[in-house]
């Protein structure tokens, strides 16, 4: 049961343009949404995040937008750069019961920005 | 600043070997995580521990077993393994400061089972 989908597998863009990933989620308890940026043959890092209570949250270049009637969210990137080619992952919290956060993540987006 | 370090990177074991997978951070975090990442698949919790002497299971813990003696340590031990759990590893940390706060992950250990 994958509670946390991103449905497009890669996304090409062009320099300068702007890049749009998308993800759904069917669990209506998640209450935090964060995206991270994941580099070959390193570790994920995070990029940005936004609480259920809120429905944008920017951070330079970065835009994450949440839509909970449709249980949708996207990141927007303005404008692409080469360096922002990696593999995107959409994570979802519920709180874990003791103060943690017990992330689900999404399958990823690969992005490639051409010159 | 090393953050969470992961060793080794690579790593190929026979069936039924063991083998454990280490994880250090030096950011004094209280919680600690470990991940497994499978081609194509997100990636999936199969520990976690709160705290020095505290773990739990998460999604996937069968086949594995952790400990959390220390705050900076929390290694992931494989004691028999199998063909499934070739997969690439990841250990993360997050602080207990403030809600939410966001995952610092260490760079993974490859791991293939033959």
């Known amino acids: 049961d994958q509670q946390v989908k991103q449905n497009s597998p890669s996304l090409s863009v062009q320099e300068g343009r702007i890049s749009i990933l998308n993800c759904d989620y069917t669990n209506s308890m998640f209450d935090y949404f964060l995206w991270y940026k994941k580099y070959p043959a390193e570790g994920p890092t995070f990029l940005i995040s936004?609480?259920?209570?809120?429905d944008k949250n920017e951070d330079g270049r970065f835009t994450v937008f949440l839509n909970k009637s449709a249980k949708h969210l996207s990141l927007h990137i303005v404008p692409s750069q080469p360096g922002d080619s990696a593999v995107y992952f959409c994570?979802?919290?519920?709180?874990?019961?003791?103060?943690?956060?017990?992330?689900?993540f999404g399958t990823g987006t690969r992005l490639l920005v051409s010159p | 600043n090393a953050g969470v370090t992961q060793t080794p990177k690579f790593r190929i074991l026979k069936i039924g070997q063991s083998m454990t997978l280490q994880c250090t951070q030096d950011m004094n975090h209280n919680y600690m995580y470990w991940y497994r990442q499978d081609p194509g698949m997100g990636l999936k919790l199969i520990y976690y521990s709160v705290g020095a002497g505290i773990t739990d299971k998460g999604e996937v813990p069968n086949g594995y077993n952790v400990s959390r003696s220390t705050t900076e340590d929390f290694p992931l031990r494989l004691e028999l393994a199998a063909p499934s759990q070739t997969s690439v590893y990841f250990c993360?940390?997050?602080?207990?400061?403030?809600?939410?706060?966001?995952?610092?992950f260490g760079n993974g250990t490859r791991l293939t089972v033959t």
């Open positions: 936004i609480s259920s209570i809120k």
């Open positions: 994570a979802a919290s519920v709180e874990g019961g003791t103060g943690f956060q017990k992330l689900v």
């Open positions: 993360a940390s997050s602080s207990i400061e403030g809600y939410n706060s966001p995952l610092h």
